[in-house]
């Protein structure tokens, strides 16, 4: 054998060798655990697993469903999820403390034309006006969270003090029976949650309250801490690219996600069929989510507005 092409095939399997644990390494998929509140804007993140879309972008993700938004952005904080879905108000809270959170996809998108919100009372009730609910109880998901700002809104828009509500934190799945018992005297939802509610001949719905914010707003976002998402920017751009495109699929293609969403949240898919489908956010807009900062401050929520672009991870791709 040539001597130099011998020593030339040493150099190569060497350099072979000593470059597959970095192979090895670059094709291992990034594992990230996210949660949720189980609603329709989860569907996006259970269609990326379902289908693969993540595993084909380098990331193995694992999602879990919690009870409100505050208590995802305390998992997030604590380490024990990667990434959170939220209403956008406990973001906008944490910011507003000095707390460093940031978006890196968007969620859903409310829009008046088609309302995937609910106010709803007791059919027996006579509540009509904002006025009828002074010094009432109001049930919420999260204390402060954008059901808590929006009736807030609402309240001031429609008669009443928004200030004598007393608002309640109660889990999805415990809503409807607590407005039907009289636990609270009124609460708020969104799909699917709303479409039992619109099933059961003990609730009336009241109003639509997002629309008292912004006729079109991102009431719901993907988000990192913002040490994790910059120490992990590549896994962090990855799933963006991946929710974009797992969004834009859900988007068109209603039917095909029904048993997604009706498996996660323990919901019928029959009353899935017959809700009003959540807009899943494409692109990462500051100026959907600059409405909500700009009512937070406005009722004292926050000290003051600031700029939304504060909220999102720089150059997103």
Do not use: C
């Not at 700002?149 to 609402?154: G, L, Q």
């Not at 636990?183 to 059961?200: F, Q, Y």
């Amino acid at each position: 054998m040539n001597a130099s092409l011998s020593r030339r095939s040493m150099l190569a399997a060497t350099a072979a060798a000593l470059a597959l644990p970095n192979a090895v390494a670059a094709q291992t998929p990034a594992t990230l655990a996210l949660a949720g509140v189980p609603e329709d804007s989860i569907t996006p993140v259970l269609y990326g697993v379902q289908s693969g879309l993540f595993k084909r972008n380098g990331l193995d993700v694992q999602v879990s469903p919690e009870r409100s938004g505050p208590a995802i952005t305390a998992g997030v904080a604590g380490g024990a999820y990667q990434i959170g879905k939220s209403s956008i108000t406990p973001l906008i809270l944490a910011h507003a403390k000095g707390l460093q959170f940031v978006i890196v996809a968007p969620a859903g998108v409310y829009t008046s034309a088609a309302p995937i919100d609910g106010m709803f009372v007791r059919t027996d009730s006579t509540f009509k006006t904002g006025a009828d609910l002074n010094g009432k109880t109001f049930g919420v998901y999260g204390i402060g969270d954008v059901y808590t700002i929006s009736a807030r809104a609402w309240m001031e828009k429609n008669g009443g003090d928004p200030n004598s509500l007393k608002f309640v934190e109660l889990p999805i799945s415990a809503m409807v029976e607590a407005i039907a018992t009289g636990r609270v005297d009124v609460g708020a939802m969104n799909e699917p949650a709303v479409e039992v509610a619109l099933t059961s001949p003990r609730l009336r719905l009241l109003s639509h309250p997002f629309g008292a914010i912004a006729p079109r707003f991102l009431y719901t976002a993907w988000f990192a801490s913002t040490e994790y998402a910059a120490a992990h920017r590549p896994a962090m751009d990855a799933f963006g690219r991946a929710m974009r495109e797992a969004a834009g699929y859900v988007n068109t293609h209603h039917e095909q996600t029904v048993e997604l969403i009706s498996n996660f949240t323990s919901v019928d898919a029959a009353i899935i069929r017959k809700m009003t489908r959540v807009e899943q956010g494409i692109v990462a807009d500051p100026k959907l989510v600059q409405p909500v900062i700009d009512e937070m401050a406005k009722s004292k929520a926050i000290p003051t507005a600031f700029d939304a672009r504060e909220l999102f991870l720089p150059n997103a791709r």
